[in-house]
């Protein structure tokens, strides 16, 4: 891999941020493309009906908080098949052992996902959720959920270009992908044409339609293009391999487990906003996707160290593995205060983006989405340190351990700070924002102890 070894008058320090961000950036680009679904969603929504928004962050915070358990136990893929390229450039059969096992994991974790999300509404009104809202994030998720399948390969797919160093192909993929949503949501949520006028259901329609385009693009590139024929991944495709499968949910569950903490205790905040009032639920709804795409960077970058990471550690090289570490940190944290300063100084314009102010109820949920931008902003340099934490972590295939610490990071401290000051101290919405954003940084503090400490305590 000549990627890896510096050019001839450059520095290891120098070659590694070129390497690193050579594959960053795809991956960044990849990931607003990816999250862009999903905004353009909240845009339109935002546009059409407040109650219709309120409705779908109900119905996708649940689903993602189920996707997210799935797509972490498939994100193990991403540094074995990282591994393995250290030990030798072309690994051929074990790449397409690790993918094809990966899809099958994929498959049966979907099944139990399916069940809970046909049944949104009862789920919802365990949650106290109001009425209205769940009915109607049921609509939407008794449609949207058929595509988490096709989501899942696409993800596994885009995992395995990824960590061939070749992440351009997933960012062409995710990028029709988002154009093709925004048309369908446009034509099927307003009625556009001969189109109906579905609200809600069209922005369901037009994600599954969506995800199933994106699996299919993905399929197209692995088995189509040059760079990835001789790796033949469907070859052989239903001959089970239970010691690759193993490894894969073993290594994986932790990272799944670890996301949907994450990932819940944003839903966990949602729901608090809905014991409030359905204002409150639609202007979080505004300000976390702003925070959402933000966070796209950092986690690129995330995404990029555990394949530089894996990279090494296949490799055995310590030196490696602690240089691209500390460019990842750089990097990382170094993005995360440009997020943060852009948020504190545009927090309106950032809001304006998804709704217009001034608009019957829109007013209120304005002003309160402003008001939690200012707190986002505060989070979204430990939330950036986090993320390359447990990224340089995964790259030395370790995830039990900062499994537990997002456990007691964001569940303990940042879910209890947030009942604390939200409810009994009658904050409301800052206070469970200001509740995030502490859980965030408990985490951040152990997950980059552990990085620091990993030579002592024998992780490499």
């Excluded at 693009?217 to 692995?222: A, F, N, Y």
């Excluded at 569950?253 to 204002?279: C, H, K, N, R, W």
């Excluded at 055995?316 to 240089?323: A, N, T, Y």
């Excluded at 944290?333 to 019957?360: H, I, R, S, W």
């Amino acid at each position: 891999m000549p990627r890896i070894h510096a050019p001839e008058g450059t520095t290891p320090l120098r070659s590694e941020i070129r390497a690193t961000f050579a594959l960053a950036l795809p991956l960044i680009l990849g990931n607003f493309a990816s999250n862009a679904i999903n905004t353009t969603d909240v845009i339109m929504l935002g546009r059409y009906d407040v109650d219709a928004l309120a409705a779908s962050a109900l119905a996708v915070n649940l689903y993602f908080a189920l996707a997210m358990f799935a797509i972490g136990l498939v994100m193990a893929a991403s540094p074995l098949i990282a591994a393995a390229r250290g030990k030798r450039p072309h690994p051929v059969r074990d790449s397409r052992r690790t993918v094809r096992q990966a899809i099958w994991l994929s498959a049966l974790v979907c099944v139990p996902i399916w069940a809970i999300l046909w049944n949104t509404e009862p789920v919802l009104d365990l949650l106290r959720q109001p009425a209205a809202l769940g009915r109607d994030a049921a609509i939407y998720n008794r449609i949207a959920m058929w595509g988490l399948l096709p989501y899942l390969l696409f993800v596994v797919l885009r995992l395995y270009v990824s960590a061939l160093e070749r992440p351009i192909w997933g960012v062409i993929v995710t990028v029709i992908g988002v154009g093709f949503n925004a048309i369908v949501d446009w034509l099927l949520i307003f009625g556009v044409g001969p189109f109906p006028e579905l609200g809600l259901e069209g922005a369901a329609i037009a994600s599954l339609l969506s995800n199933i385009l994106l699996m299919l693009g993905m399929i197209l590139v692995t088995t189509g293009l040059k760079p990835f024929r001789r790796y033949r991944l469907f070859a052989n495709f239903w001959r089970p391999d239970w010691q690759r499968f193993a490894h894969i949910a073993r290594l994986g569950l932790p990272i799944a487990v670890m996301l949907v903490l994450e990932v819940t205790i944003f839903s966990a905040a949602i729901f608090l906003m809905g014991l409030i009032d359905q204002d409150s639920v639609a202007a979080h709804a505004v300000a976390l996707q702003v925070a959402a795409v933000a966070f796209m960077i950092p986690l690129g970058i995330s995404q990029a160290a555990t394949v530089r990471v894996g990279f090494y550690y296949g490799r055995e090289d310590r030196d490696g593995i602690r240089l691209a570490g500390q460019v990842a940190y750089g990097l990382g944290v170094g993005a995360a205060l440009l997020l943060a300063t852009t948020m504190v100084v545009f927090p309106a314009q950032l809001v304006g983006l998804f709704m217009e102010e001034g608009v019957g109820r829109g007013d209120r949920v304005f002003d309160l989405a402003v008001s939690f931008l200012f707190i986002a902003a505060m989070f979204q340099l430990v939330d950036g340190t986090q993320a390359v934490g447990a990224g340089v972590l995964r790259g030395v295939q370790d995830t039990r351990v900062p499994m537990i610490f997002a456990a007691f990071g964001y569940w303990i401290v940042g879910f209890g700070i947030a009942i604390g000051l939200g409810f009994y101290a009658g904050w409301e919405g800052i206070g469970i924002w200001i509740g995030l954003a502490a859980g965030l940084g408990v985490a951040a503090v152990l997950l980059t102890g552990r990085w620091l400490l990993r030579e002592r305590i024998g992780l490499v």
